[in-house]
């Protein structure tokens, strides 16, 4: 799975202040996908894009979070106004395509802790 | 929507003996099945996948997992326990290979000497 980076590897943020997060998939890859996983949990999915697309959003927080994939760049993953709660490592994934193989290819993660 | 279960957080195995870690998924449609295989402080590594073709898939490093949909289970084996094998274990289901993967909450692998 080598060819996915994330980086921070670690961030730590007091509460209230902003966290961002950064994925660049592996080369040739045009679909992202975020994943949140909390201490004695598995991943949960919170949003898949494409460039310049967000395609499926359904597990991301209401309020606080976002994320982008610009047409240039990494994608981001944005967490304003951090909370105790928002402990976690993010995983980011990417994929050739959407379709039958299902394989996605994982980063390292970022793990954010929050005072 | 789609959801698995994986029983028992943390699995101990001595080495050389047989690792079987289980799973039941549920779906609306026929699921894609994965295992993954997580070092720590490193990301997921895929350890084989079941997208409707052999039921027995064979991945990397001797595991193997088994589809069974009348049990709705895919259990992951492998014959003998090697130290290496330590690591944390997740079993993932897709619908219909739309890349949404549902994730269990993990087996924690401990290999004793």
């Known amino acids: 799975n080598a060819g996915v980076m994330q980086n921070p590897r670690h961030l730590v943020r007091r509460r209230g202040q902003e966290a961002r997060l950064r994925c660049s998939p592996m080369?040739?890859?045009?679909?992202v996908y975020w994943y949140r996983q909390l201490p004695e949990e598995g991943l949960k999915f919170m949003v898949y894009?494409?460039?310049?697309?967000?395609?499926?959003e359904s597990g991301m927080p209401k309020e606080r979070f976002s994320a982008e994939f610009p047409k240039e760049g990494p994608s981001i993953l944005r967490i304003q106004q951090v909370v105790r709660g928002d402990s976690a490592a993010y995983f980011c994934?990417?994929?050739?395509?959407?379709?039958?193989?299902?394989?996605?290819?994982f980063g390292e993660g970022s793990r954010l802790t929050v005072l | 929507a789609q959801s698995v279960t994986q029983l028992g957080s943390h699995v101990s195995v001595s080495e050389g003996a047989l690792v079987l870690l289980r799973c039941n998924y549920s779906?609306?449609?026929?699921?894609?099945l994965f295992w993954y295989v997580q070092y720590p402080n490193q990301g997921l590594q895929l350890l084989l996948k079941?997208?409707?073709?052999?039921?027995l898939v064979k991945g990397i490093n001797g595991f193997e997992a088994e589809f069974k949909k009348s049990e709705t289970s895919f259990h992951l084996t492998k014959p003998s326990a090697h130290m290496s094998d330590a690591a944390e274990y997740f079993c993932?289901?897709?619908?219909?290979?739309?890349?949404?993967?549902?994730f269990g909450k993990g087996n924690q692998v401990v290999v004793i000497p």
């Open positions: 994934a990417s994929s050739l395509g959407q379709g039958n193989t299902g394989e996605l290819f």
């Open positions: 079941y997208t409707s073709a052999a039921t």
């Open positions: 779906s609306s449609v026929p699921p894609y």
């Open positions: 894009l494409q460039k310049e697309n967000i395609i499926d």
């Open positions: 080369k040739g890859h045009s679909h």
């Open positions: 993932a289901v897709s619908e219909g290979g739309n890349n949404r993967l549902a």
